[in-house]
Nanobody, 125 residues
Framework: QVQLVESGGGLVQAGGSLRLSCASS????????VGWIRQAPGKEREFVAV????????DYADIGKGRFTISRDNAKNTVYLQMNSLTPEDTAVYYC??????????????????WGKGTLVTVSS
């Protein structure tokens, strides 16, 4: 496991943008696939996006395609989620997670190796 700390959440108007950050001080952070999972009030957790260890491969949930971009800077031990064209349905706690595998996060995000504590994103209408 690696320690993960999310930041960048807050209140934004519909149509606006936010950039979330997931940072780690762990030595092995650059070896992990890192992604984002969110949980809206009263709803189940859902997969948002993931990026492999090198940044060369990414995967997005349908809701994020065309609006969200995941990237990483291993020199800074940080993964980012740029969120554009936000809507109220994007309101959720966004969790950063890490795992040694990039694949099948949609079905196994509940058993990933490491989790942050989350950052709240609220999109007003």
């Amino acid at each position: 496991q690696v320690q993960l700390v999310e930041s960048g959440g807050g209140l934004v108007q519909a149509g606006g943008s936010l950039r979330l950050s997931c940072a780690s001080s762990s030595r092995t952070f650059s070896s992990y696939a890192v992604g984002w999972i969110r949980q809206a009030p009263g709803k189940e957790r859902e997969f948002v996006a993931v990026i492999n260890w090198s940044g060369g491969m990414t995967d997005y949930a349908d809701i994020g395609k065309g609006r969200f971009t995941i990237s990483r800077d291993n020199a800074k031990n940080t993964v980012y989620l740029q969120m554009n064209s936000l809507t109220p349905e994007d309101t959720a706690v966004y969790y950063c997670a890490a795992d040694l595998s990039t694949t099948t996060w949609e079905s196994r995000f509940n058993r990933l190796s490491s989790w942050g504590k989350g950052t709240l994103v609220t999109v007003s209408s």
